[in-house]
C-alpha cells in the first residue's frame, strides 16, 4: 500500500507556472506507475499526465502538452508536475495517483492510490 501527499498549489495569475509535488511513503514506490488528476467543481475528474514505473514513458491530455511536464525521483519517492503558461482553465483541485504496474492508463478505475489534492486557481 502507498499513501500519496500533494503539495504545491496555490493561486497564480495566467500564463505564470506552478510545480505540483507529490510524496509517496512506502519501499515499493519504483513498482508504481503515476498519474495526476484534476477535478474542477461541478466536472468529473479527467486525467492530466501520467507516467511508467520506470520512468521512461510519459503521456498527456491534450490540453497539457507542451505546457505539463510530469517526472519522478524513485530516489526521493516523489513525482512532480511542471505546469507553465497556466490558464483559467486549468483551475481545479489536482490529484496524485499511483498504480501497481509498468504500464500508462488514463482511467481513473485503474489507479487505486489516491491523494487529497491540492487545490489550483488560475487568475484571468
Known amino acids: 500500500q502507498v499513501q500519496l501527499v500533494e503539495s504545491g498549489g496555490g493561486l497564480v495569475q495566467t500564463g505564470g507556472s506552478l510545480r505540483l509535488s507529490c510524496a509517496a511513503s512506502g519501499r515499493t514506490f519504483s513498482s508504481y506507475s503515476m498519474g495526476w488528476f484534476r477535478q474542477a467543481p461541478g466536472k468529473e475528474r479527467e486525467f492530466v499526465a501520467a507516467i511508467s514505473s520506470t520512468g521512461g514513458s510519459t503521456y498527456y491530455e491534450d490540453s497539457a502538452k507542451g505546457r505539463f511536464t510530469i517526472s519522478r525521483d524513485d530516489a526521493k519517492n516523489t513525482v512532480n508536475l511542471q505546469m507553465n503558461s497556466l490558464k483559467p482553465e486549468d483551475t481545479a483541485v489536482y490529484y496524485c495517483?499511483?498504480?501497481?504496474?509498468?504500464?500508462?492508463?488514463?482511467?481513473?478505475?485503474?489507479?487505486?492510490?489516491w491523494g487529497q489534492g491540492t487545490q489550483v486557481t488560475v487568475s484571468s
Open positions: 495517483a499511483a498504480r501497481i504496474g509498468r504500464g500508462i492508463t488514463t482511467s481513473t478505475v485503474a489507479y487505486a492510490y
